[in-house]
């Protein structure tokens, strides 16, 4: 009996060297709409898939292979000997190998100028419904539905079958990918409709690339990617030198660019493990990364810069004379390249700083489950402030303050960000207590730390940490306020002669 193969494709790349194999191989090839049309325009032989229903394709494509000839062909189990008499009754004939890829719901939604019904009409019916059919019957059907399995499936086939074990894996695929099909509408369904909380949450991501290993060596790792990329990103940057990207190299960077995205001046970062070591802001990138640098010239050490402007042949001199694992610009200057590659290790990224807006929503994994919230995109201004105390801060200090408050926003919890002259001179992270913390910041401004300014990520529970900031010589502060106890910090500012303003927004980072 001649096997025959359905092939239906939007993405057609590959296409005629596997049919002309499928062909040589004895299969009767049927065929759709425009693939059937590529495929006869290449001079090889086929069949419409109406001569196998004698049906026509019918309300503009949207039913042509909805048809019991069809699927009874995909879900026959070859030896049931009810499901051959039914068959044989019917008429139907079997259908050994399925090739079908999806209408390209993904990229119409990324086309800015896709209308609401132009998405609509790439939502793929006929097609998943004959993937899930021959997936299903995966015993007797083998299913194609990514270009880059052909050559295996040609390879079986020329030894007169696919093995079972290939056919169970493609069907694997092709859950996967329908999964994540699905998923993308339904995420398209949930934005147009308002949705904040779907009672459902399914999200897709496609592999990026697999990861030597994860945080630590025996933890192995994947870095996954979400089908839209934002462009501000990681995902969607371009590595010019080095090595491959490492687990936390990703995470740090991502981190970087984070912190990177609250200043529209010029502005360089400096991240170790996720947080802030050194930022700084000039009237060029390189005084800014100078400023950056000057912040936790020990820090820095083995640490990742992203800086928001292109870096030139002066800047990359100063940073191919410290031990980094990336750096992260916009562009290089040609100078620079040749300057900065001559480090072989040294990974060089770029990424489009045009549009700085940070994703709507982070997830966080649990054990069992997963947190939703949105994403801290919260921005304050000179205009949120509340003065509260009777000293009352300069136009000058109050954009320090503001400064060191978008600082702190990165700054794992319980934080404490210590700022001057648009740099940062002490950092305090992750403390289990906030005096902890500034403790940790004042310490290692030292000196510094006299007229600079504080920031805290969250209200002072207690005056000690003000108590503490005025043995340091501390000229102002910054925090949310909303403590029961926020009448003791600003009475404990009034007597030491401390100005402190309030944000009303505090900005935990665990």
Do not use: W
């Not at 494509?61 to 000997?81: D, F, M, Q, S, Y």
């Not at 793929?124 to 499936?153: E, H, W």
């Not at 030139?312 to 191919?320: D, H, N, R």
């Not at 009475?491 to 927004?505: H, P, Q, S, W, Y």
Request: hydrophobic share 40%; charged share 20%.
């Amino acid at each position: 009996m001649q096997k025959r193969a359905l092939v239906s494709v939007s993405d057609k790349s590959g296409l005629i060297p596997f049919i002309q194999k499928l062909v040589e191989f004895g299969f009767e090839i049927i065929s759709t709409g425009g693939t059937f049309k590529a495929i006869k325009d290449a001079g090889l032989p086929a069949i419409s898939i109406d001569e196998v229903t004698g049906f026509p394709e019918i309300l503009e494509g949207r039913v042509k292979t909805l048809h019991p000839l069809v699927h009874g062909g995909l879900l026959a189990k070859r030896g049931n000997e009810l499901h051959n008499t039914q068959v044989a009754e019917n008429g139907i004939g079997y259908i050994d190998l399925v090739c079908v890829n999806l209408y390209p719901f993904a990229q119409t939604i990324q086309n800015p100028n896709a209308t609401h019904e132009d998405k609509i009409e790439n939502i793929d019916i006929g097609g998943p419904s004959m993937l899930r059919s021959a997936a299903k019957n995966f015993n007797d059907v083998t299913v194609v539905v990514d270009a880059n399995d052909y050559d295996l499936v040609v390879t079986e086939l020329a030894s007169g079958n696919t093995t079972l074990a290939t056919r169970q894996m493609l069907a694997g695929k092709v859950f996967n990918h329908t999964a994540a099909y699905d998923a993308m509408i339904a995420d398209y369904f949930n934005e147009i409709n308002e949705v904040a909380i779907p009672t459902k949450l399914t999200k897709t991501f496609e592999v990026k690339q697999s990861l030597r290993y994860g945080e630590n060596p025996h933890q192995s790792a994947t870095f996954y990617q979400t089908l839209d990329k934002p462009s501000y990103s990681v995902v969607a940057s371009e590595q010019l030198h080095g090595k491959e990207l490492s687990y936390n190299n990703i995470a740090d960077a991502n981190a970087a660019l984070e912190i990177l995205s609250e200043f529209d001046k010029p502005a360089a970062v400096a991240v170790k493990h996720m947080n802030p070591c050194g930022v700084g802001m000039g009237a060029n990138v390189e005084e800014a990364f100078d400023k950056a640098y000057e912040a936790d010239s020990t820090s820095i050490f083995g640490g990742i810069v992203a800086i928001n402007g292109e870096i030139t042949a002066s800047l990359a001199e100063k940073l191919s004379k410290i031990f980094l694992e990336i750096v992260i610009a916009p562009s290089f200057t040609k100078e620079a390249l040749d300057i900065l590659t001559a480090k072989k290790n040294l990974r060089l990224l770029t990424t489009d700083m045009s549009d700085r807006l940070q994703p709507n929503q982070k997830l966080t994994t649990v054990k069992g489950g997963l947190l939703m919230q949105d994403a801290d995109t919260k921005e304050i201004t000179l205009d949120d402030l509340e003065i509260v105390t009777e000293a009352k801060p300069s136009q000058e200090d109050l954009e320090q303050l503001l400064f060191g408050f978008k600082v702190v926003k990165h700054v794992k919890s319980n934080a404490i960000a210590l700022v001057k002259d648009n740099m940062t001179i002490g950092v305090g992270a992750g403390q289990m207590n906030r005096v902890g913390a500034a403790k940790i910041a004042l310490e290692q401004a030292a000196e510094k730390a006299k007229a600079s300014y504080l920031a805290s990520d969250a209200f002072f529970p207690m005056s000690d940490t003000i108590e503490l900031a005025a043995k340091y010589g501390i000229k102002a502060i910054i925090q949310p306020g909303g403590s029961i106890k926020d009448q003791d910090s600003i009475d404990a500012c009034n007597k030491l002669g401390i100005a402190m303003v309030f944000t009303k927004v505090r900005h935990f980072k665990h």
